[in-house]
């Protein structure tokens, strides 16, 4: 008992440690080796190198090759095909989806959707097993809604995309359908030249 209230007494007696909050703790002065020698704090390590304790980097680094920049692609329509269980839900969404259109200045084509839902009905036995003229039947209702955007580059769609399909609601599903403007093939511009040269030299 008298050991431990001395220890008690020591500990009461100690000198506190202020520490700040949000502060990292102060480097230690000097740094201590195994064999019991001590070596050049950091403030004099960080003076001898300009004030900085990490050694100066090459005056020149490895120049990495440059990448080729794609072409971006282009996209007359963008369509975006919304269902959902619940028409509320559906219709929130696509509000959002027209408002963040705006916001980025995407043409909004059409969007719309039906009133009446479209409904699957399944038969099936209400017991597990046995009884098999007892059945009951399962109604399945999905509602639709159609967002049609118009000329699009191919970063303004991923922005606007990657956006609307992180804010998701549950019990949505979303299908996107693209239209995109491609250049016609070689082959086929050969034919076509080849038309039209007998074209003109019979007009002339």
């Not at 916001?103 to 399944?122: A, D, W, Y």
Request: with cysteine; glycine share 4%; charged share 25%.
């Amino acid at each position: 008992m008298a050991m431990w209230s001395t220890a008690c007494r020591r500990v009461m007696r100690a000198r506190p440690i202020p520490i700040a909050l949000g502060c990292p703790p102060r480097p230690m002065e000097l740094v201590t080796r195994l064999d019991g020698q001590k070596t050049a704090s950091k403030s004099s390590l960080s003076a001898s190198t300009g004030g900085s304790p990490h050694p100066p980097l090459p005056m020149r680094e490895a120049e990495r090759p440059e990448r080729p920049e794609r072409p971006e692609r282009l996209f007359i329509q963008v369509d975006l095909e919304l269902r959902a269980h619940q028409p509320a839900v559906l219709k929130s969404y696509a509000w959002f989806l027209e408002e963040v259109a705006r916001i980025l200045e995407v043409g909004v084509l059409v969007s719309e959707g039906e009133e009446e839902p479209h409904k699957v009905r399944k038969t099936l036995l209400k017991p597990v097993f046995a009884h098999s003229k007892h059945r009951v039947q399962y109604e399945m209702r999905t509602y639709y809604w159609v967002i049609q955007l118009s000329r699009l580059t191919q970063s303004t769609r991923d922005t606007y995309l990657e956006y609307v399909q992180r804010n998701l609601p549950e019990g949505v599903s979303m299908v996107v359908r693209n239209h995109e403007i491609r250049p016609l093939p070689q082959a086929i511009l050969n034919d076509l030249r080849k038309r039209e040269t007998p074209e003109a030299s019979s007009s002339g």
